[in-house]
C-alpha cells in the first residue's frame, strides 16, 4: 500500500509569510507524528496527534506553529510569519496506533525561508 | 529529558566489511527504534527493539534495556548501505533522536 506522502516536496517562502505543511499518514493509521530536522538542532519532535487530538505538543518551538488533524487523517502544519531559523526538513510519521509505536516516515518537506 | 548518545559519528568501510554502531540513553526508555536515513533523505525504519535481539538480513539489532544501550550490526555492508543512521527513544511513542551515525561504504 502506499506509505505517508507530504507536500509539497520543496517550499521557498520569504520571511514573513505564512506556510502550510501537508501530510497523508499509512491508511488506517490513527497515530500521526511531525518532526523538524536541521543542521543545527538535528531531528526534533514537534507534535503527535491520536486521531484529531493532540495530546503532545511538547516539541512545537513558538505559538507561530500550529497543526490540526481532521477525519482522523490528513494533518497540516502551520508556520505563520516564518522566520529564517524556521528552515528545514519537516518530516511527518504514522504508526498504527498509540499503543504500536513503529514509526513510518514520509520523505519531507524542505522548507526554505528567505 | 533523555539524551540520546550514538557512537561513532561516523565510520568509513570497504565492501563486504562489518560494523557495529552504538546508542546509549541516558534514562530508561520503553520505545527505542533505529532508522536508516538514505542520500535522498528517506527516514526507514530497520528495527523496533525496545528490549532482545532482532535480525533482518544483514542487519541485526540488540539491545540491553537494564544498562541503557542498543547495538546495530551490520554485515557484508554493500554501498547501498551508505547513509546515516539514527536510533531514537523515549518512555512513550514520542522519539528523541541521536545525532546519528554517517557511514560511507566504499566500493
Known amino acids: 500500500g502506499a506509505g505517508v506522502s507530504q507536500s509539497p516536496s520543496n517550499k521557498v517562502t520569504e520571511k514573513g509569510k505564512d506556510v502550510e505543511l501537508r501530510c497523508d499518514p499509512i491508511?488506517?493509521?490513527?497515530?500521526l507524528y511531525w518532526y523538524r530536522q536541521s543542521l543545527g538542532q538535528g531531528l526534533e519532535f514537534l507534535i503527535y496527534?491520536?486521531?484529531?487530538?493532540?495530546?503532545?505538543k511538547s516539541g512545537l518551538p513558538s505559538d507561530r506553529f500550529s497543526a490540526e488533524r481532521t477525519g482522523g487523517s490528513v494533518s497540516t502544519l502551520t508556520i505563520q510569519r516564518t522566520q529564517q531559523e524556521d528552515s528545514a526538513v519537516y518530516l511527518c510519521?504514522?504508526?498504527?496506533?498509540?499503543?504500536?509505536?513503529?514509526?513510518?516516515f514520509g520523505p519531507g518537506t524542505r522548507l526554505l525561508v528567505l | 529529558g533523555i539524551q540520546v548518545e550514538q557512537s561513532p559519528p561516523d565510520l568509513i568501510l570497504q565492501e563486504g566489511a562489518n560494523s557495529t554502531l552504538r546508542c546509549n540513553f541516558s534514562?530508561?526508555?520503553?520505545?527505542l527504534q533505529w532508522f536508516h536515513q538514505n542520500p535522498w533523505g528517506q527516514l526507514i525504519n530497520l528495527f523496533y527493539?525496545?528490549?532482545g535481539t532482532k535480525q533482518n538480513g544483514r542487519l541485526s539489532a540488540t539491545t540491553v534495556a537494564t544498562e541503557r544501550y542498543s547495538l546495530l550490526y551490520i554485515s557484508s555492508s554493500q554501498t547501498t548501505d551508505s547513509g546515516v543512521y539514527f536510533c531514537?527513544?523515549?518512555?512513550?511513542?514520542?522519539?528523541?533522536f541521536g545525532t546519528g551515525t554517517l557511514l560511507a561504504v566504499q566500493p
Open positions: 534514562d530508561s526508555v520503553n520505545n
Open positions: 496527534f491520536q486521531g484529531n487530538s493532540a495530546p503532545d
Open positions: 527493539i525496545p528490549s
Open positions: 510519521a504514522s504508526s498504527t496506533d498509540s499503543r504500536a509505536w513503529t514509526q513510518y
Open positions: 531514537a527513544g523515549g518512555a512513550t511513542n514520542k522519539l528523541i
Open positions: 491508511s488506517g493509521h490513527t497515530a
